[in-house]
């Protein structure tokens, strides 16, 4: 059972990797001028910042799933430095495109992605192994907002579809995990899925509340 549960996290793993090249890559492909988007500075050290914590992500997995948890447990330090590093630059990075329903919304993706994988760190140091491994799953889905938006753009969805895929996966892919290998769903998914579906209900009531015309008038004003 535990040789199944690690490789359902490394599968996942690297299922996201390829979701999210594919993503980026395929509305790329058919709006070119995103192209000039993604080769500035700031652009690429947010990939690059991404995409290394993803393939620390698929390594940790690796590592616990081949029983090298010393050299997982070093790993943190690592993790815990790109997961600030990351949190900073993306939210400074929304800011700079101008849009305040943008910057609170692409906001909420780091940010609670930021706050789980903390409760996943704290878990684990509580000794907590089970909330550890769900807190980290769930905070690696709460990065494919972006992705599921180029989706959408390359197959002209409506925003309700792209937010019913994306809630979808926040969803499906932790209970799946609880299904796959222990027949029953966990406290820690149930905490771990609610504290994302709150955070983007709280995130959507911000949006269509005067209070968004305030921060825009705050922050982005001209």
Not at 9 to 23: D, E, N, P, Q, S
Not at 53 to 67: A, E, I, K, Y
């Amino acid at each position: 059972m535990k040789n199944k549960k690690s490789k359902f996290i490394w599968y996942t793993g690297i299922g996201v990797l390829i979701f999210v090249i594919l993503a980026f890559g395929s509305a790329a492909i058919v709006q070119p001028y995103r192209i000039q988007r993604y080769v500035k500075p700031l652009v690429i050290v947010h990939i690059s910042l991404v995409m290394s914590w993803l393939f620390l992500f698929v390594l940790q997995s690796r590592l616990v799933l081949l029983g090298r948890m010393e050299r997982h447990r070093k790993n943190v330090n690592l993790g815990l430095l790109l997961v600030f590093v990351i949190t900073i630059q993306a939210i400074y990075l929304t800011y700079l495109f101008g849009s305040a329903v943008r910057f609170v919304g692409e906001s909420r993706d780091v940010l609670a992605f930021s706050v789980l994988f903390i409760g996943s760190i704290w878990a684990a140091k509580k000794g907590n192994i089970e909330m550890h491994k769900r807190f980290m799953l769930i905070a690696c889905i709460n990065l494919l907002g972006p992705a599921f938006m180029r989706l959408g753009f390359v197959f002209n969805w409506s925003d309700g579809i792209v937010v019913l895929a994306m809630i979808s996966s926040w969803i499906v892919i932790p209970i799946s995990y609880d299904l796959v290998t222990r027949r029953s769903i966990h406290k820690a998914s149930i905490i771990g899925i609610a504290f994302t579906l709150l955070s983007f209900v709280l995130i959507l009531a911000i949006i269509f509340s005067p209070l968004i015309k305030f921060i825009e008038a705050q922050l982005f004003a001209k």
